[in-house]
């Protein structure tokens, strides 16, 4: 069984290695949790970013119940966080009761958001007492932006106005995360009608890998906007409703000048490896598919390993694996190499 075992590890690594799955110093991994939330894992750092929230205006997909549950548990894949930033108080971005849990459970993440987030948060004395002293504020003035220093993350904190009349006394924080030459930008809910009145750093200027922009700078009529203010390698639409998501890609397919490199994450928990600073645009990634909604039909495709989390009501055996599979831990699907040998990213058998 040893034998087996190993020879199923050093399988998969191969997979992994083949695929480029492994993320190397050029690597960014981005997990869309929903909406505008997304886990960012650059190096060795780990950033949630919008993602602890539960309601979506009736109108923007939301995290699946057991996604919520490891949010706030410390449990993979949001363990061991080493930041969490929230652009605005809006229930499509932010939770209270979330936010707090997840800080209470990662002993050493830092929060980093807008007064107004802290001010909500503060209304729990008792619990706010207790993480207080891991929150940073970042409240600039309205249109300028805020350089903080967290670790080895470098954040930009760009203050722009909020989408829409009645929300413009809304602090809305676009957040430019950089670590090691590697950057994201994510847009929060600019209004780009706005953006000339910016006078913050220039971040066309900053060689941004991945931008994650909202459902305005993603319209067409919009793309020029886009391009001129944050100039990403990679143009990531998010916080459109699902139906519009649906066929964002299709509305675009032949206009190639429009966003360099666009797509959509249209499965929550999908996650996608990026690659920095490369002239290709090649890239490898993972989908994880929640064990209880997600379809695992026509999911994998050339050069990706697709993986899925198992539960203690979803334990298939293997012909050719002579034990359970652990629960808990992504294990290739069906269709995926490796798959009939158990391949998988877990700590240990059950």
Sequence with gaps: MIVKK?????????ILINNRILCGNDSISV????????????????????????LGHNRYPVPDINTQKLLVSNQYPFDNIDLILISHTHEDHFDNKMVMNCMLNNKSAKLLCPQQVIDRLSENKTIFNKIKTRIVECT??????????????EIHACRLAHSGEKYQDTQNIAFLISINGKSVFHTADIDPAQIDKYT??????????????????????????????????????????????IGWMDSIKDKPDLFSNPYIFL???????????????????????????????????????????????????LLSVDEPLPIDYLHVIPDS??????????KHRK
């Design 267 to 317: 499965k929550k928990m999908e996650n996608k490896v990026f690659q920095s600073n490369q002239e290709n645009t090649d890239h490898a990634y993972v989908v994880y598919v929640d064990s209880k909604t997600g379809d695992e039909k026509k999911v994998t495709k050339k050069d990706e390993v697709t993986l899925r989390l198992f539960d203690t009501d979803d334990k298939p055996l």
């Design 31 to 54: 997990t869309y949790i929903a909406n505008c939330g997304y886990l960012l894992e650059i190096d060795d750092q780990k950033i949630i970013i919008d993602g602890l929230f539960k």
């Design 200 to 245: 913050g750093i220039k971040i066309s200027e900053y060689n941004v890998d991945i931008g994650l922009i909202n459902e305005d700078f993603a319209k067409i009529e919009n793309a020029h906007l886009a391009r001129e203010f944050i100039n990403a390698k990679y143009n990531v639409a998010m916080h459109l409703p699902e139906s519009i998501a």
């Design 6 to 14: 190993t020879l199923i590890l050093i399988f998969f690594l191969f």
């Design 337 to 346: 190499p490796g798959y009939q040998m158990g391949a998988g990213i877990f």
């Design 140 to 153: 600039p003035d309205t249109f300028t932006s805020q350089l903080i220093h967290i670790g080895d993350i």
